[in-house]
């Protein structure tokens, strides 16, 4: 009976995680500035025009879900551990590797203490949680504390942080834990 009982939250869990990947995709699209599309406000405190590099990057971005999760903004090498009432517990700046997950809404997977990473290099804290083109996608932090720009010929899933920020992922993104990927 309690095999069945796992199997039945399993399946419930993730009927609950395709609807909120399909909820987010579609209130990104139908939602101004959720696509870095200019939005109107009427607050008086809102910035008129906020610019590339005026726009504070460190303040969550719309359209990255709800509830407690990772978002991950690819494009802006970003990184914000978002808690209870849509708190953000931590942000911090990562350096990619040479795969990027397509934007959506996943999962961790799997998770390990210390590991060579693709690129040969010895690291720690690693969080995964999808796969492109055979490549694991995941964070993890260089032993050695490296987070230089891979290189580009070598297919890397690795999402490099430094050794603070990912023992701070380390703690927070447990199995099963929702990562919204943004663009």
Do not use: N
């Not at 690819?74 to 700046?93: A, I």
């Not at 720009?149 to 603070?164: F, L, N, V, W, Y």
């Amino acid at each position: 009976m309690a095999g069945s009982s796992a199997g039945f939250v399993a399946a419930l869990t993730a009927a609950a995680l395709a609807a909120v990947g399909f909820l987010t995709y579609q209130a990104s699209a139908t939602v101004p500035g959720a696509l870095g599309e200019p939005r109107a406000s009427s607050s008086p405190d809102a910035a008129v025009s906020a610019g590339p590099r005026d726009r504070d990057d460190t303040a969550l971005p719309a359209g990255s879900g709800t509830g407690v999760r990772v978002v991950y903004s690819v494009g802006g090498g970003r990184v914000w551990l978002v808690g209870e009432g849509e708190q953000v517990r931590r942000t911090f700046r990562v350096t990619p590797g040479s795969v990027d997950p397509a934007p959506g809404v996943y999962v961790v997977t799997s998770r390990s203490g210390t590991v060579t990473g693709s690129d040969g290099a010895l690291v720690e804290h690693v969080v995964r949680f999808t796969t492109v083109e055979g490549i694991t996608v995941g964070f993890s932090a260089a032993v050695d504390g490296s987070t230089h720009t891979p290189d580009p010929a070598m297919k890397t899933g690795g999402i490099r942080e430094s050794r603070e920020d990912g023992a701070a992922m380390w703690e927070f993104a447990t199995i099963g834990r929702t990562v919204a990927v943004i663009p």
